[in-house]
């Protein structure tokens, strides 16, 4: 499955983006979906996901009610950033696995990501 992340960019503190994960060929309905983010010097920490069957989604304490993950359609899953903080910079990738987790090694499938950059 290649995945292929758009929608990062600079924005205010404050601000909203919209981040959006398509698959090329294949279908995402088959996996667990998840967002990851990796800012400079840190390792790549859990942002959100999305069960494979069903609505149920996971997030981050850091995140929870500001962000949300959806799928739009059968070959695109988004993540919606809204209130976003300078401490949200980073790089984010989207990720597919099999089943539904918090962690990045659970995931078999990586986009290439995305720069987010909130400046203050």
């Known amino acids: 499955v290649q995945l292929v992340e758009s929608g990062g960019g600079l924005v205010q503190a404050g601000g909203s983006l919209r981040l959006s994960c398509a698959a090329s060929?294949?279908?995402?309905?088959?996996?667990?979906m998840g967002w990851f983010r990796q800012a400079p010097g840190k390792e790549r920490e859990f942002v959100a996901s999305v069960y494979r069957s069903g609505p149920r989604t996971n997030y981050a304490n850091s995140v929870k009610g500001r962000f949300t993950i959806s799928r739009d359609n059968t070959n695109t899953v988004s993540l919606q950033m809204n209130s976003l903080k300078p401490e949200d910079t980073a790089v984010y990738y989207c990720?597919?696995?099999?089943?539904?987790?918090?962690?990045?090694?659970?995931?078999?499938?990586w986009g290439q990501g995305t720069q987010v950059t909130v400046s203050s």
């Open positions: 060929g294949r279908t995402l309905s088959n996996y667990a």
């Open positions: 990720a597919a696995g099999a089943l539904i987790s918090d962690y990045s090694a659970r995931y078999d499938y």
